[in-house]
């Protein structure tokens, strides 16, 4: 069996990844001409950072990213409404790591480069078509240098091209528009003083005003120091769709006003803002989930599939566990058509659950009950959002993205 991959993200190398392992010839096709370390912080979660352990990176991860301890979530006056252990501290097998996605993404790159080869890892092709001619699948790339273009033969397709993705588009070119929460995000990193305990994150405000922050960089905690990943939210007037680039470098002065009074005795938010070399916009989008992902021989992965609000921290984890379970569905049926129709009818409807969900704020949505059941603070949380309330929210989400314990402890090996 051979396997093309459009996307050399996050996604894409995973599975090509646990392809390899397994013994299937694998390709992948990436439209930029240089894969380079970009974006900003990322989390991994328990069942995501298992997969990513089982092949070996472990060790890779925890040099670079932080083994996150805790998530806490706050109101906006700064009043603590939930905190909770996370990873290894919560009781997991596995840890929960905080790294920046360029830094994940170049460790996955390296990996596929030593392991599948360097020839088998192609920059600079752009996704263009298809056909399936009897029993394979043809994909035809154009080859950015020259514009020329480069036809593929292989027994399945998968478009792992993120949230843009061209494999999506070709197979769903109508009615299938991104969908704008009317909420804008700013992201950048910061380097400071470490805030808690160095290795936690937390989110403050609401689902209209909101900050999210936590430190990144493994070598700048052993110095005493942080490297502050940090997003910004804020609804925006008028909530259209911005038809500018997705990823444009803006002003602090565009969001930071409403933030200036966000100053507690353990974090001071204008003072992180402000510290940022850059901040890069981003629209808060989906897309509705699909009726389906896999035509013959072809199917989506990742955020071609199920581009959903970055809610959760379940993004990329959502992308590993489609390559986890793809990977063992075409290793394990010889029926390769079956296996792609398997493969979709166990993930379509999980990630679609989370979509939704996270439309509905998934587990954030404990700072949405805080700021209306006590917009103006409280004196004591339990009687504002009771503890049963907080945790059962907290497990329901876990369970509906697959990390709780049982969960993860379940999950089959790389």
């Avoid at 360097?118 to 001619?133: I, K, T």
């Avoid at 394990?332 to 999980?350: G, H």
């Amino acid at each position: 069996m051979k396997v093309v991959i459009a996307g050399a993200g996050i996604g894409g190398l995973t599975l090509g990844l646990m392809l390899h392992a397994k013994g299937i010839e694998v390709d992948i096709y990436e439209a930029v001409g240089e894969i380079k370390p970009l974006g900003v912080g990322i989390n991994l979660l328990p069942h995501a950072s298992k997969q990513l352990c089982d092949l070996g990176l472990e060790e890779c991860l925890a040099t670079k990213g932080i083994e996150t301890s805790t998530l806490a979530y706050f109101n906006k006056l700064g009043q603590e409404i939930w905190r909770e252990p996370r990873g290894r501290a919560a009781g997991y097998d596995y840890p929960q790591f905080s790294i920046h996605r360029g830094e994940l993404q170049m460790a996955l790159l390296d990996a596929a480069l030593a392991r599948l080869g360097a020839d088998r890892v192609h920059a600079g092709h752009a996704f263009q078509s298809f056909e399936q001619p009897a029993d394979k699948v043809i994909a035809t790339f154009v080859r950015r240098e020259d514009g020329a273009e480069v036809q593929v033969e292989g027994d399945v397709l998968v478009g792992a091209d993120g949230i843009h993705s061209a494999v999506r588009r070709f197979l769903h070119p109508t009615g299938d528009e991104p969908r704008f929460s009317g909420r804008m995000l700013w992201r950048a990193v910061t380097e400071g003083e470490p805030y808690m305990d160095g290795r936690s994150m937390f989110m403050a405000g609401h689902q209209d005003q909101k900050f999210v922050c936590y430190p990144i960089s493994e070598p700048l905690r052993q110095q005493g120091r942080s490297l502050i990943n940090w997003i910004a939210e804020l609804r925006v007037p008028n909530g259209e769709l911005p038809k500018t680039d997705w990823n444009r470098k803006v002003d602090k002065s565009v969001f930071s006003e409403p933030f200036q009074d966000w100053k507690w005795d353990w974090i001071d938010i204008p003072a992180i803002i402000e510290g940022a070399e850059a901040v890069y916009e981003f629209p808060l989008v989906d897309r509705d989930p699909l009726p389906r992902w896999t035509f013959g021989r072809v199917t989506l992965l990742g955020d071609a599939a199920h581009p959903m609000y970055p809610i959760g921290s379940n993004g990329s984890a959502q992308a590993i566990l489609d390559a986890r379970y793809l990977t063992d569905c075409l290793s394990s049926d010889p029926n390769t058509l079956y296996a792609l129709r398997e493969y979709e009818a166990e993930r379509l409807p999980r990630t679609a659950g989370i979509v939704l969900r996270n439309r509905m704020n998934g587990p954030e949505q404990v700072m949405q009950l805080a700021e209306e059941r006590a917009p103006n603070g409280f004196a004591d949380i339990g009687k504002v959002i009771p503890r049963a309330e907080l945790e059962a929210i907290s497990l329901r989400y876990k369970r509906l993205a697959g990390f709780d314990k049982d969960s993860v402890a379940a999950a089959r090996p790389a």
